[in-house]
């Protein structure tokens, strides 16, 4: 009978799955983490609201129940790719939702796409044109036309999009992005196809013009953040506690 002795450095079969298994181990654990991480972010963006919205012509209106002649009525021009319009966006969102939600205060959004106008001023393609400005308004007026919908849809997308500003325009998001952000925050497959498809990008314009030409009439001129309280503009220069301010009390 013979025997072979193995070299005590030579590597078996056993150890070299064993450190297959181990890796494999532990990809599972990191793609966990990074899922429960990105579903953890998805899920503090979703807001139950008390409150209605509804867009006609060139607003989107935020009104909850208890409304009446003393509820302070808040005009806010906002463009999603501003970046000051996204900081505000962050800061007032709760104080924002409570008081709309308790009738203390209605909010008219007004969405401008300004800020795209360096696109459209260059020589791009027709989707180029159509910078950050343009998608995730026509994506957020698919959300807010939906039949169906929950009320938050529009509000939780909204704040999705400000809140992810810097990826977006990072990766330069497509129709098919907005279309998967509505998804995770509860969309049905209906409202997901018509942001997919651009089917309120011929209304973009319109809506951002008009409350550009809005804004022309005053001193300020186009810009944004902007926000006017009963038709009095107020100063919002690093004031995200605008809300508590002109609320009524």
């Known amino acids: 009978m013979s025997s072979t002795v193995k070299s005590p450095n030579q590597k078996s079969n056993g150890f070299l799955w064993a450190v297959v298994g181990i890796v494999v181990i532990a990809a599972v654990i990191v793609g966990c983490i990074v899922i429960n991480g990105q579903n953890s972010k998805r899920e503090a963006m979703i807001d139950t609201v008390a409150f209605s919205s509804t867009w006609e012509?060139?607003?989107?209106?935020?009104?909850?129940?208890?409304?009446?002649?003393?509820?302070?009525?808040?005009?806010?021009?906002?463009?999603?790719?501003?970046p000051h319009c996204a900081t505000l966006a962050e800061g007032d969102r709760q104080d924002m939702r409570e008081a709309v939600d308790n009738g203390d205060l209605v909010v008219k959004i007004h969405p401008l796409v300004f800020m795209d106008n360096t696109n459209r001023d260059a020589e791009t393609s027709d989707e180029e044109k159509d910078g950050n400005s343009h998608r995730g308004l026509a994506a957020v007026l698919a959300a807010v036309s939906a039949e169906g919908e929950d009320q938050a849809l529009y509000w939780n997308l909204r704040n999705y999009i400000f809140a992810n500003q810097s990826d977006i325009y990072s990766t330069k998001?497509?129709?098919?992005?907005?279309?998967?952000?509505?998804?995770?925050?509860?969309?049905?497959?209906?409202?997901?196809?018509?942001?997919?498809?651009?089917?309120?990008?011929?209304?973009?314009?319109?809506?951002?013009?008009?409350?550009?030409?809005?804004?022309?009439?005053?001193?300020?001129?186009?810009?944004?953040?902007?926000?006017?309280?009963?038709?009095?503009?107020?100063?919002?220069?690093?004031?995200?506690?605008?809300?508590?301010?002109?609320?009524?009390?």
């Open 57 to 82: 012509g060139n607003t989107i209106t935020l009104k909850g129940e208890g409304v009446d002649d003393s509820t302070p009525v808040a005009d806010l021009y906002e463009d999603f790719s501003c």
């Open 173 to 249: 998001w497509d129709n098919e992005k907005y279309a998967e952000a509505a998804k995770e925050l509860g969309a049905s497959e209906e409202t997901a196809t018509a942001i997919r498809e651009g089917k309120y990008a011929d209304k973009t314009d319109e809506v951002g013009s008009a409350n550009a030409a809005d804004l022309e009439k005053t001193e300020g001129g186009v810009s944004s953040p902007r926000v006017f309280i009963n038709g009095e503009e107020k100063e919002l220069a690093g004031n995200t506690d605008w809300v508590n301010q002109y609320k009524r009390q």
